[in-house]
């Protein structure tokens, strides 16, 4: 079993440029063992599978739009809940209807995958099948997944 980890297949080249200027685009792109640029196109490229937590949030689906538009990943999967008597899936859509993925085609929506469960869950409330599938193909995870549990705690002023 391969862990998931967050860092896996980072790509980087060392800087060519002096110091005080800033590298350009094609300085981070090239695969190096050396230091340097981390890229975020070379990272998310078309081997990449993410498992994207929050996507229905501000900075989650800011993220997901971002990995839509900006990157090759091959498969994106987002983890949901149903919500008041709608499915994942159904959220998905209604998500990737949205005004913010106006200039997501169809062609970048048919990576993302809905997956149901719950971070508040143990194993994230994942069913057996689903688990096995994400240990076996997720190499990156973006935790960007929020809860509101902490708005129910009574907090007692500081003395």
Known sequence: MQPLHA?????????????GTTAGPSDAAEPSSGRGLYSI?????????????????????????KLLRSTTAGRIFVLLRPRRGVGPQERLAALLDGPLFHLV???????????AGDILAPRLGLFDADEAALVG???????????????????????
């Open 137 to 159: 193909s997720v190499d990156t995870v973006v935790h960007a997944a929020a809860s509101e549990w902490l708005g129910r705690l009574q907090w007692e002023p500081s003395r």
């Open 41 to 65: 196109a070379a990272h998310y490229d078309s081997s990449c599978c993410v498992l994207l937590t929050g996507a229905t949030g501000y900075i989650g689906s800011l993220v997901l739009e």
């Open 105 to 115: 085609g169809p062609e970048h929506a048919a990576r993302v995958t809905a997956v």
């Open 7 to 19: 860092t896996a297949g980072v790509r980087v080249k060392e800087s060519t440029s002096s110091p």
